[in-house]
């Protein structure tokens, strides 16, 4: 508890993956949503914009994860050289 509380150890980190999750969820969903969704019925293009939304938003959440735990990565490598 003394680390999280005096920011020697990062609570972040385990919070990122949750995030992911839940933006992969609405990615998903969104896509779904986007597909079969709407007045017009089902329509090749609804289906292809659809999918293009599920798989690049999957695609941008991961992307983004990734970014943010490579910032906390780099973080806990200098302070591990800090400590040496």
Known sequence: MYDVLY????????????????LLFVAVFSGLGS?????????????LMGLVY???GAIAARIW??????LFKMNEALQELRQK
């Open 35 to 47: 597909m079969f969704g709407g007045h017009e019925g089902f329509t090749a293009g609804k289906f």
């Open 54 to 56: 599920a798989v690049g």
């Open 7 to 22: 920011f020697d150890k990062m609570l972040t980190p385990k919070i990122i993956t949750l995030v992911y999750w839940l």
């Open 65 to 70: 994860c990734e970014l943010m735990i490579v």
